[in-house]
Structure formats: structure tokens, C-alpha cells
């Protein structure tokens, strides 16, 4: 079964540190993937999506994330973190059904 | 391009009541989907519209649930007789679905609380 998997629940960083998050997908064939980033009491707004082709993609505000089939993930990144990125951020996978599949999240916490 | 719209935003009810939730979508999107979000978890998959059309729906979607999508513009999420367990947000999202193969992104609303007392 098609399954998304963040293992990070709650992760802290300075401001202007660089940023990781990972994810994990689990789909027979290549999925579709992609990032939504969730303030409180918000919906989600996407940051990023891969498709097919490069497997660097780039996003909106600054981030980045790189599909790795070999290690079926796809790890969202921003080389230099604001207090304003401090947010809920969600992995998501669709397929051919086009429904998404989310992880639980990872929420961000942003030190000055 | 106005986003997906959704109301209300908050909504408290005793157990037991009716309630139903409004979705417009952005206005060239023809595919319509709805998400539950629980408190610490990812938005888990409802149901989805192509048009007007509902095409697949979630073991989630109990009896108690009813979507509907007249003439594919709008659409309304129903539950009735509300329990404690459907305390959520209720998240409407569309995508416009361009042809075979092109899956493009789903946008999101601001969701609707549901507040079970």
C-alpha cells in the first residue's frame, strides 16, 4: 500500500542554519511527490512538486528537495533558515488515483 | 485566481446535529477533493469529484458523510447525526486535471473546524 513516512516529528533549528527534512515514500511505481508547508489554524500552501525529470526540484520561499529512487525518499531543504519558516511542513504522495497520501508531519521551530 | 474557498471556518456543534460545509473551488479547477485533518496527523483523504461526478471514496467516509458536487462548481461536505470522533478540520482542495497522465497539483483551502461538544 502507498505510504509516506516523515520520521521527524518536531525538529528546532537557528535562524540561519541550514535545514533537512526528511521523507520517505513507499509506492510501486513512481509516485508523484510533494511538500506543503502549514501555518496553525491554516490549510496547506505547496512548496514543491516532482513529477518526472529532474531530480532536483526547486520550490517556492527558498526551498529545495531531491527524489532519491534508490533510497525512496524525497528530503525537502533551504540552505539558510528565517524565524518566518517556523511552520507544520507535510510530504505528500499521488498516484495514479490522484488522491494524496501525507505523512504525519514535521513541525519547525525557528530560535532566533 | 481567488483560491479555494471554504466555510465557515469554525463551526460548533452538540453531538448528535447536522452539519454541512461549503467548498468553492478556484474557478477553472474540474477536479475536487476533501480531506480530514486530526490534531497532529497529515489530512487523510475523503473524496474526490472529477466535475460533477464523485469518483472515489474513503472507508473513512461513513454513512454519516455525503458530498455532493451540483453542476461541478461548488461543493458541500454533510454529516449527520455528528459524533465526538468527528472533531476535525475539514480541508477542500481542487486541481485541474488537464489530460491523461497530467497529474497536476492540488490547492488548498483554509478548512473548516468542526467542534463536537
Redesign the interface.
Known amino acids: 500500500a502507498q505510504s509516506?513516512t516523515q520520521p521527524d516529528i518536531h525538529i528546532t533549528v537557528s535562524e540561519g542554519a541550514s535545514l533537512e527534512l526528511r521523507c520517505n515514500y513507499s509506492y510501486g511505481a513512481t509516485p508523484?511527490l510533494?511538500w506543503?508547508v502549514q501555518s496553525p489554524?491554516?490549510?496547506?500552501?505547496?512548496l514543491l512538486?516532482y513529477?518526472s525529470g529532474d531530480t532536483l526540484v526547486q520550490g517556492i520561499k527558498g526551498f529545495e528537495a531531491e527524489f532519491k529512487r534508490s533510497q525512496s525518499s524525497f528530503n525537502l531543504r533551504k540552505p539558510s533558515v528565517h524565524w518566518s519558516d517556523a511552520a507544520e511542513y507535510?510530504c505528500?504522495s499521488?498516484g495514479a488515483?490522484?488522491?494524496?497520501?501525507?505523512?504525519?508531519?514535521t513541525l519547525l521551530a525557528v530560535q532566533p | 485566481d481567488t483560491g479555494?474557498s471554504?466555510n465557515p471556518r469554525h463551526k460548533i456543534t452538540k453531538r448528535g446535529q447536522n452539519v454541512t460545509f461549503r467548498c468553492d473551488p478556484i474557478s477553472e479547477h474540474n477536479?475536487l477533493?476533501w480531506?480530514r485533518q486530526t490534531l497532529?496527523?497529515?489530512?487523510?483523504?475523503l473524496t474526490?469529484f472529477q466535475n460533477e461526478a464523485q469518483l472515489?471514496k474513503?472507508r473513512l467516509l461513513s454513512d454519516r458523510f455525503s458530498a455532493e458536487r451540483p453542476k461541478g462548481s461548488f461543493s458541500t461536505l454533510e454529516i449527520q447525526r455528528t459524533e465526538q470522533g468527528d472533531s476535525a478540520m475539514y480541508?477542500c482542495?481542487s486541481?485541474l486535471?488537464a489530460g491523461t497522465g497530467d497529474?497536476q497539483?492540488?490547492?488548498?483551502?483554509?478548512?473548516t473546524?468542526l467542534s463536537i461538544l
Not at chain 1, 488515483?97 to 508531519?105: C, E, M, V, Y
Not at chain 2, 497532529?40 to 483523504?45: A, I, L, R, S, V
Not at chain 2, 497539483?105 to 478548512?111: A, E, K, R, S, T
Open positions: 509516506v508523484y510533494f506543503y489554524g491554516q490549510g496547506l500552501q505547496l512538486k513529477f507535510f505528500a499521488g488515483t490522484n488522491k494524496l497520501i501525507f505523512g504525519t508531519g | 479555494v471554504q477536479r477533493y480531506y497532529g496527523q497529515g489530512p487523510e483523504f474526490y472515489e474513503s480541508l482542495a486541481s486535471r497529474n497539483p492540488q490547492h488548498f483551502g483554509d478548512g473546524r
